[in-house]
T-cell receptor, first 112, second 113 residues
Framework: GEDVEQSLFLSVREGDSSVINCTYT??????LYWYKQEPGAGLQLLTYIFSNMDMKQDQRLTVLLNKKDKHLSLRIADTQTGDSAIYFC????????????FGGGTRVLVKP | NAGVTQTPKFQVLKTGQSMTLQCAQDMNHNSMYWYRQDPGMGLRLIYYSASEGTTDKGEVPNGYNVSRLNKREFSLRLESAAPSQTSVYFC????????????FGPGTRLTVL
């Protein structure tokens, strides 16, 4: 995952907004993804954005994409204790985009 | 539907021992993947299989072999385990569509002493 970079840790108070940032390198990616990993479990797709979009909103989640700077962010509004998890950004690569390259993951801790 | 299942959940090996990690999916997906997860390094792709009968190397294939036994099952074998292979291993599968939504198993935590 060295080509996709994220900060390691984020601490946030319950009810505040969380912003997780990611930089990527492959400008040909069709989609960019955010996956969530809860403790002791595998990853689940949380949301994604098509590469020709700047923003996507899905309930409490807002994804922003800056293609010029190759920067992706995930904002979680009104963060809840259930949002405590590791969040991975990922870009698709390879033939037909069938491989994902993941960042190192950002551990989000929500404090009451 | 069980989704993606993996066995075993935990395993401890001694250096030089061999073992096979099993993975199965019941979603009729063509593509299957094996990853390892190490702290701060995200998930790294070991091998993947785009369809039954085909396998390709990923980012970190050394020390591993895979078998796509049929459409449902994709196994990962460590022939001679090394402490550097201590990790959490995840299997995943996906449908053949442009959106790369992968469905992950619960993982196998492997320790090599």
């Amino acid at each position: 995952g060295e080509d996709v970079e994220q900060s390691l840790f984020l601490s946030v108070r319950e009810g505040d907004s969380s912003v997780i940032n990611c930089t990527y390198t492959d400008s040909s990616s069709t989609y960019l993804y955010w996956y969530k990993q809860e403790p002791g479990a595998g990853l689940q797709l949380l949301t994604y954005i098509f590469s020709n979009m700047d923003m996507k909103q899905d309930q409490r989640l807002t994804v922003l994409l800056n293609k010029k700077d190759k920067h992706l962010s995930l904002r979680i509004a009104d963060t809840q204790t259930g949002d405590s998890a590791i969040y991975f950004c990922a870009e698709s690569r390879g033939a037909a985009g069938n491989k994902l390259t993941f960042g190192g993951g950002t551990r989000v801790l929500v404090k009451p | 539907n069980a989704g993606v299942t993996q066995t075993p959940k935990f395993q401890v090996l001694k250096t030089g021992q061999s073992m096979t990690l099993q993975c199965a999916q019941d979603m009729n997906h063509n593509s299957m993947y094996w990853y390892r997860q190490d702290p701060g390094m995200g998930l790294r792709l070991i091998y993947y299989s785009a369809s039954e009968g085909t396998t390709d190397k990923g980012e970190v294939p050394n020390g591993y072999n895979v078998s796509r036994l049929n459409k449902r099952e994709f196994s990962l074998r460590l022939e001679s385990a090394a402490p550097s292979q201590t990790s959490v291993y995840f299997c995943a599968s996906r449908e053949d569509r442009v959106l790369n939504e992968q469905f992950f198993g619960p993982g196998t935590r492997l320790t090599v002493l």
